[in-house]
């Protein structure tokens, strides 16, 4: 755009919500008018709840969550039960099953898989982290909610090792999960019915 | 969902997000999830880009335009031709025009159509202030860049009426616009070429 159309602010605006998923650049710029258009219905109270939430969110030094708690709602909520530890790639794969699952349990997020192409070794996932879990007592099964990708398999695989000392039953989700898929993406339907009829990890 | 996943700030800012057109509830998640984990590259840029847009945007009070200065940037541009006012119905068809042209022209944003259904007559238009900025003198030529709706046309009409006093050209869009079709989702280039072979409004 060779000449403003409004001011620099607003632009900038423009500029930043271009980047949130979801949105592209047109979007962005009906986002922005519309956030505009509703000032004090939505303009505002989202932009409080940003900063709040911006200023607030830590990732819990516990389970790999994140939250404006630390320890996280999830870990400090006593109505779940310990027994059972659901391990996720990503936090927001814990969100999906969080959505689809009745289960009162806990979980632990890796934050990625292992990739030796990329340079991702255990050390930079949350994996001691686990295994310090399982070792403190407690568990009795640790479900591997892991994606259904060559990375998120080779990572269940290297997990169940590092558990085969302990006395922790290892299941993974039911074959329900379409090959190649990502957990994210799936329908809550389907979700469900994998976490409910899950198998032995062998 | 029946049990906390999240702190309320987080609940909250997915509730705010998936308000924002373009956003879903689970795109608002995603976008939330994005956010955190962008939280210095993202979060705090944006968190702070809205609340200064939000503090400091207004309404021009002479063209009708939204920016963050009144009169807006398009109303004191200097390099931009008095004698041409392009006539929109919403600021979004400003923006979409402004993207689209090359024409170094001004604005009026009449804030809608004519909708005696509605309830929505002259006076809830910014027609009165625009049949004044003719009146000041200047202006010789009035683009009618509203909606082919029956609602863009008649208010159109209406406003030729209103203009029929003063010596100035009152044109349209040409057809190029899709009948029915909202200027907003076009493309930039029949945009362009619409405006090019604009046409006398009889
Ligand atoms: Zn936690
Ligand atoms: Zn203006």
């Given at each position: 755009m060779p000449?403003?159309?409004?001011?620099p602010e607003i632009e900038r605006l423009i500029q930043l919500l271009a980047k949130v998923p979801g949105l592209g650049p047109r979007s962005a710029?009906?986002?922005?008018?519309?956030?505009?258009?509703k000032k004090e219905q939505l303009f505002f109270p989202l932009s409080a709840a940003m900063a709040e939430a911006a200023?607030?969110?830590?990732v819990c030094t516990r389970c790999g969550n994140v939250d404006t708690s630390d320890p996280c709602t999830i870990c400090t909520d006593p109505r779940r039960e310990d027994a059972t530890l659901i391990v996720v790639e990503?936090?927001?794969?814990?969100?999906?099953?969080?959505?689809?699952?009745?289960?009162?349990?806990r979980y632990h997020v890796l934050g990625g898989t292992l990739s030796p192409l990329d340079g991702v070794g255990p050390d930079d996932l949350n994996i001691r982290s686990l295994v310090s879990r399982v070792a403190e007592?407690?568990?009795?099964?640790?479900?591997?909610?892991?994606?259904?990708t060559v990375e998120g398999q080779t990572t269940a695989?290297?997990?169940?090792?590092?558990?085969?000392d302990f006395e922790v039953k290892v299941t993974r989700l039911?074959?329900?999960v379409p090959v190649g898929g990502e957990l994210d993406y799936l329908d809550e339907g389907t979700l469900a019915a994998a976490l409910k009829s899950r198998t032995a990890f062998d």
């Open positions: 000449k403003p159309t409004a001011g710029r009906r986002a922005a008018l519309h956030l505009i258009k200023e607030k969110v830590k990503d936090v927001s794969d814990l969100w999906a099953l969080e959505r689809a699952s009745a289960m009162n349990v007592g407690g568990v009795s099964e640790i479900i591997l909610a892991v994606n259904a695989h290297y997990i169940t090792d590092q558990l085969s039911a074959h329900g």
